[in-house]
């Protein structure tokens, strides 16, 4: 080889290292680019999206819990107002309280972390519990207590689950009570439930 050759290999090697380098900075670009657009999307979009499927499922559950508030309602045969929240902290874990400046009118509050504790018969007893509250409210509201309150939910759910609820509600507080005292004693064989 001679060193002209050399030369001519050396220009086109350069030519060549030039035209790889401007492929090599355009895809790095395009990258880049594509990358932050990647990015952008997971920052951006990707949480809009989740948000609104977490608030789907929230709407979904308010209303399942809306939907079971008018069921009991209605067999219990309360005319008043009484609508149902999910708390993200409830120190009762599950309360109801009128509601100021507007007569008949009634809240039920979960706390989220226990109401996804609950099963669906037992979200329907912990609801039943709390609009025997409101039936009293409406009936007699000096008269106010737990165990008037659990015999008017009895009427529309099975003693088992309040049982249930009790339980999971002690466990969750670390706290024990008594369910007798309660509930009563049990008088589950040939009580019979509202239609």
Not at 167 to 174: A, P, R, T
Request: charged share 30%.
């Amino acid at each position: 080889m001679n060193a002209a050759s050399l030369g001519i290999h050396s220009k086109e090697r350069r030519h060549h290292l030039r035209r790889t380098s401007r492929k090599t900075k355009a895809f790095k670009f395009r990258y880049r680019r594509h990358g932050l657009f990647v990015l952008a999307w997971i920052g951006i979009v990707l949480p809009v999206l989740v948000h609104a499927e977490h608030t789907k499922d929230r709407r979904s559950s308010s209303d399942r819990l809306e939907e079971i508030v008018r069921s009991l309602c209605a067999r219990l045969q309360i005319k008043d107002d009484v609508t149902v929240r999910v708390d993200e902290r409830n120190d009762k874990m599950v309360s109801s309280e009128p509601i100021a400046g507007q007569a008949h009118s009634y809240r039920i509050s979960f706390d989220r972390e226990f109401l996804e504790m609950l099963d669906e018969d037992e979200i329907q007893a912990a609801i039943a519990h709390e609009l025997g509250h409101v039936w009293i409210f409406s009936h007699h509201p000096f008269l106010q207590t737990e165990e008037l309150a659990n015999e008017i939910a009895m009427r529309v759910t099975p003693r088992n689950l309040l049982e249930k609820v009790y339980i999971k509600l002690w466990s969750h507080n670390g706290i024990t009570g008594s369910l007798d005292e309660l509930l009563g004693p049990d008088r589950s064989r040939g009580a019979t439930l509202l239609p």
